[in-house]
């Protein structure tokens, strides 16, 4: 009979507090939101889940939890599966391999026929170090402020990658953030986009972009990665891999190696670190204060860079004779492909027949590679 | 956790705010202004550079890909063309 109460009391039931139920849900609700609003399901069915298998109580005699890794009792012996799994994140090996296969889907081409658009995604980034300010105001560190900060570049990758340099404390609050408000933003941009520009500018037409021959578009990503790592050496690991797996997709020499690269390495590499993400996210160490502040961080970061983006489209139509649509401002966060479509939803409902899409994918892109120079420049700056 | 102005200033997070978002802008121009002058660049250096040439550097290519639906419709395009002018031959001779 001792045995059964032995095996009752080592059951996730008896063991089960308030604050593991309440992560549990807010799990589900995840998986909900992907599932029902198919916002991001690719991240958030994983990151739902991982929440689940994180909140579930274990024994303390187990070693089940992310945290229970090989500078515990028992060295790698004794370290859990899934710790092994978070490596990829506490050490940052996950972000720029997601790098690589981003630069191996994406398609800068858009960019490269319209160049001036990319100051929008450089404007965008306003929002990180706007944070930045906040986050010290409110007595986090500099350098756990910089991690904080780096949440309004919608960059989830560069946000994981930053946050396990600098402020690894917080790796699990600010990665669930940065992923949340990523799969948030058809909800959080659309009314900052309506409170900052007319009717008349979100009906702004542009030039349709030119085509890009072949050699630029090779030419571009070795170039680019120069300048931007020559100024900020500390976004080399994410850039580097960033305009690698551009290369290889517009080389076209390496095809089967770029196919490999956006479909089936970003693929695993998303669902381990979506998975071990959510596991991170224990009731005991998610549900603090510290928490609940770079939530609120977050979204001031993500709406100051989606206003900061829009602001300075419009600035940019007071020198220009071929005007921009300032909606296109938006997706200067990083958010890649999520705020081009909104930015092309928002525009439809104004004009039916105003294409956005491709214009935004410029400053999307530029956003991308402007909050990975921020992230190189806070590490360099502040980092041990 | 100490809070408030005072952090701000001690820690200078203003200057390197403004430092941060000068880099990111330096170096986005830069793009920018590369991306604008490069085909003119090309225009200019194009004759001189090599062809590319096609060969032992491509890469393999699965079975899939070795026929693609394009050019299946044509190879059966070509086959249904070439039994038509043999048919109108043999009508003719």
Known sequence: MDMFWKFIESTGFAQMEWANVLMILIGIFFISLAIAKDYEPLLLVPIGFGMVIGNIPYPPNMSLSVYDDWNGPGGLSNSSVLSLLYFGVKYGLYPPLIFLGIGAMTDFSTMLSNPKLILLGGAAQIGIFATLIGAVFLGFTPEQAAAIGIIGGADGPTAIFLASKMAPELLGAIAVSAYSYMALVPVI???????????????????PPREVPKLERIIFPIAAFLICTLIAPGALTLLGMLFLGNLLKESTVTERLANTARNALIDIVTILLGFTVGASTQASTFLTQQSILIFGLGALSFIIATAGGILFAKFMNLFLTDKINPLIGAAGVSAVPDSARVVQAIGQKEDAHNILLMHAMAPNVAGVIGSAIAAGVLWSVLGK | MQTGIENIIKHQVIELS??????????????????????????????????????????????????????????????????????????HT
């Open chain 2, 18 to 91: 403004f430092m941060g978002i000068l880099i990111v802008f330096c170096a986005l121009t830069l793009i920018s202004l590369f991306l604008a002058c490069l085909p003119k660049v090309l225009t200019i250096i194009e004759p001189f550079l090599p062809q590319a040439t096609h060969g032992h550097q491509q890469t393999a290519t699965s079975s899939s890909d070795l026929l693609s639906p394009n050019e299946d419709q044509q190879a059966i395009v070509a086959a249904i063309g070439f039994t038509l002018h043999h048919r109108q031959l043999n009508k």
């Open chain 1, 189 to 207: 941009q659309p009314p900052i986009m309506y409170l900052l520009t007319t009717k008349a500018e979100r009906r702004i037409r542009m030039k």
